[in-house]
């Protein structure tokens, strides 16, 4: 049984940084796309962030490219999620999620996601 644990949020101040964490057992870590998606109260949920296997390819949503860095850790089946000058808008629920297809190709939709983690509160004040 595939099993994902995320850890790593709070409460930040605007301009504030972060860095989310995901660990994932019982599966082939290193054959997943890993992303991190996101959903705030009365919200979709949102894709945040993705990584290919091998960390080659990278996709964000706009609103959080400069300002977030997804990276990986295949001996430790670990993804990360640095997130820098957090806004307001960034407040939500954070999920880490697993695509267990081997490919290159990494897919802002969380219907190609396979397994999901339980979420972690991320809180950023004005």
């Known amino acids: 049984q595939v099993q994902l644990v995320e850890s790593g949020g709070g409460l930040v101040q605007a301009g504030g940084s972060l860095r989310l964490s995901c660990t994932v057992s019982?599966?082939?870590?290193?054959?997943?796309?890993m992303g991190w998606f996101r959903q705030a109260p009365g919200k979709e949920r949102e894709f945040v962030a993705g990584?290919?296997?091998?960390?080659?390819?990278?996709y964000y949503v706009n609103s959080v490219k400069g300002r977030f860095t997804i990276s990986r850790d295949n001996a430790k089946s670990t993804v990360y999620l640095q997130m820098n000058k957090l806004e307001p808008e960034d407040t939500a629920v954070y999920y880490c999620a697993a695509d267990r297809r081997y490919t290159e190709r990494v897919v802002p939709d969380a219907s190609e996601y396979d397994y999901w983690g339980q979420g972690t509160q991320v809180t950023v004040s004005s």
């Open positions: 990584m290919n296997w091998n960390g080659r390819n990278t």
């Open positions: 019982g599966g082939t870590f290193g054959n997943y796309v």
